[in-house]
């Protein structure tokens, strides 16, 4: 890989190699150079979209419905052709290479499998389709199921398997071409929570496994942090912020980042004076990273870095506030305070602490290091 490659991918190719997992595939660098999408006259899905996807990457594409988050894996997977630009695969230009041509599978949301076909027969039909012989699909459908540990499911139909089985069987079938890139298109959004966060973490070791590019697009902001090397948040055809998770949810780039990885605490600025800033909540003081003349932007107050009690650390801001409501989370609290009229949340852990009720007067400390300026 080259210099340029982030830190997090190299920490994630060393990872997986330690584990046993394959070194990333350098043909599965991915380039997009300008890309437009125009859907008759006055939609625009993708707006002069620039982004490089190293190989190896688990990387997600994240964003409200409607903000191009499909269109583009679309353009990737070749079902949909660019307006304008450019899209390179492992250096190549694809742009306007057929689907059936480019190192790529999807794994659709909707599974689609041939429901009166056996898994085996499923798994084989994208290399029966590209003329490999008897001999050579049955050892690969073989190799795959041992990989994704599919054991008897193999002999079974596709119509008598349960949703979660069903999403193995459509992940095997998008591998058994030992694509160089593999795009998957909210595949499980249809799955119960429970079974969504097993097969979350088996799809991140996986990939890790096999060294293998990952394009993953998703809404769900919590799926996105826990999966991701890095993410693409877009809104409205426009890529507002990439980076690492905690990038993402620590310093987002702008207000629309800030609300979308689910920031309540986004407080508007009104002064600055020096190493302090005005808002609705009071005056506060913010640490030098942070610290700019301009008074436009918002302040985020990360709920997990508040703390209640009479006594605060040396340098931590102050604020009163009364508790408005109270909700129990089993390893924490949630508070939900007034200070100065301005609703304010506040994470706390439930170990050791005190419990604060609806109504009690409480104060609230905030370390300058955790508040950040967030741009409009």
Aim: charged share 25%; with cysteine; net charge negative.
């Amino acid at each position: 890989m080259s210099d340029s490659t982030p830190a997090v991918t190299r920490e994630a190719a060393e990872t997986a190699a330690a584990d046993g997992g394959a070194p990333p595939r350098e043909a599965s660098s991915i380039r997009l150079e300008g890309l437009h999408k125009r859907f008759g006259r006055d939609t625009v899905a993708l707006d002069g979209v620039d982004l490089t996807i190293e190989a190896g990457e688990f990387f997600t594409l994240l964003g409200p419905s409607g903000c191009g988050k499909t269109t583009l894996l679309r353009i990737l997977a070749g079902l949909e052709e660019p307006n304008d630009g450019r899209l390179l695969i492992g250096g190549r230009d694809v742009t306007d290479t057929p689907p059936h041509r480019r190192s790529v599978n999807t794994v659709f949301q909707s599974y689609a499998l041939f429901p009166h076909l056996s898994v085996r027969d499923n798994l084989a039909f994208g290399l029966r389709m590209r003329g490999e012989s008897a001999a050579e699909r049955e050892r690969k459908v073989a190799e795959v199921a041992e990989f994704i540990q599919l054991g008897s499911l193999v002999e079974r139909r596709v119509d008598q398997l349960s949703g979660g089985q069903k999403q193995r069987i459509a992940l095997a079938r998008a591998l058994v071409c030992e694509p160089d890139v593999l795009l998957l298109d909210e595949p499980l959004s249809a799955l119960d929570a429970g079974l969504r966060s097993q097969l979350q973490v088996e799809l991140q070791r996986l990939q890790k496994r096999l060294g293998m590019t990952f394009v993953f697009v998703t809404h769900d902001q919590d799926e996105a942090m826990v999966m991701s090397d890095r993410i693409a948040v877009l809104d409205g055809g426009v890529i507002q912020q990439v980076g690492t998770p905690s990038e993402v949810y620590e310093h987002p780039a702008n207000a629309f980042v800030a609300r979308f990885m689910g920031h309540d605490n986004l407080f508007a600025i009104t002064a600055v004076d020096g190493d302090r800033v005005e808002t609705r909540l009071g005056r506060l003081r913010l640490d030098p990273a942070e610290q700019r003349a301009e008074s436009d932007g918002w302040l985020l107050i990360r709920p997990e870095t508040l703390v209640l009690g009479d006594t605060l650390p040396a340098g931590y801001n102050r604020l009163e506030g009364t508790v408005e409501e109270r909700l129990y989370r089993g390893s924490r609290i949630e508070y939900r305070l007034a200070v100065n009229g301005q609703p304010l949340m506040v994470v706390a852990s439930n170990l050791g602490q005190r419990m604060h009720a609806v109504g009690d007067r409480v104060v609230i400390g905030v370390c300058p290091e955790d508040l950040v300026r967030v741009a409009a």
